[in-house]
């Protein structure tokens, strides 16, 4: 499910290995799409009103590279619907991917594993800290046919006062945050979070979300 992923002149060459262990957490993640969702259920979200756009926002700069990198991952089809239709098929796609990628990646931050403060990637060698993961769960996401225009790359402040990185799927039940730090799939205002920022729906650019501080980088595990 992976093949195809790097395009274009500025798509980065993945050596063999990194290349197999992307493809192996695809497989991970794609094969079991149909699985139940378990203990949280489509019926027990409520409706709510999703997370209020407050104007532009200065991007992450280990976004801006990546996006350089992986340009097909940052494109942006207006054409696209900006909302996901949860329906019990879509949310256990959902449910699926979030898991298997949780339990599939190890976390390690980008420090640790490549000597550098901030680096976005999509987890090829099957280590990533938080933006890796959420990437990832992008990518399967859109590959099982979900609008990658209703799933926004979000930086918030965690419960250590740290930038952390979440994937927000905007939806018809409200916004809903997928995270590395736990399995539930949470309403944006009930993970204890300070929404700082996210990818617009309109422009490969951010938008605010009304956080006063916005970290550097998102570069805990």
Not at 91 to 106: F, G, L, P
Not at 146 to 160: F, G, S, W
Not at 161 to 189: C, F, M, Q, S, Y
Request: glycine letters at 8%; one cysteine or more; aromatic letters at 4%.
């Amino acid at each position: 499910m992976m093949q195809g992923l790097v395009k274009g002149p500025a798509s980065r060459r993945l050596s063999r290995s990194r290349w197999a262990g992307l493809a192996a957490l695809a497989a991970i993640g794609v094969a079991g799409l149909a699985a139940p969702a378990q203990a949280q259920t489509l019926a027990s979200l409520p409706t709510e009103a999703g997370a209020r756009v407050q104007g532009d926002a200065k991007p992450i700069a280990a976004w801006v590279t990546f996006c350089q990198t992986y340009a097909a991952e940052c494109a942006l089809d207006r054409g696209e619907p900006a909302r996901i239709s949860l329906t019990p098929a879509t949310w256990a796609t959902i449910v699926s991917v979030n898991r298997r990628v949780n339990k599939a990646v190890e976390p390690m931050t980008d420090q640790d594993h490549l000597h550098v403060a901030d680096r976005w990637d999509l987890a090829e060698d099957g280590i990533g800290d938080c933006e890796d993961f959420q990437l990832l769960k992008r990518h399967m996401l859109a590959e099982a046919g979900l609008p990658r225009r209703a799933m926004r790359m979000t930086v918030v402040i965690d419960e250590k006062g740290e930038g952390h990185a979440v994937l927000t799927l905007i939806t018809d039940r409200g916004d809903l945050v997928l995270d590395n730090k736990t399995n539930a799939i949470l309403p944006w205002h009930k993970t204890g979070y300070v929404f700082i920022k996210r990818e617009s729906q309109d422009a490969v650019a951010w938008v605010s979300l009304g956080g006063v501080t916005s970290p550097v980088t998102t570069a805990n595990r």
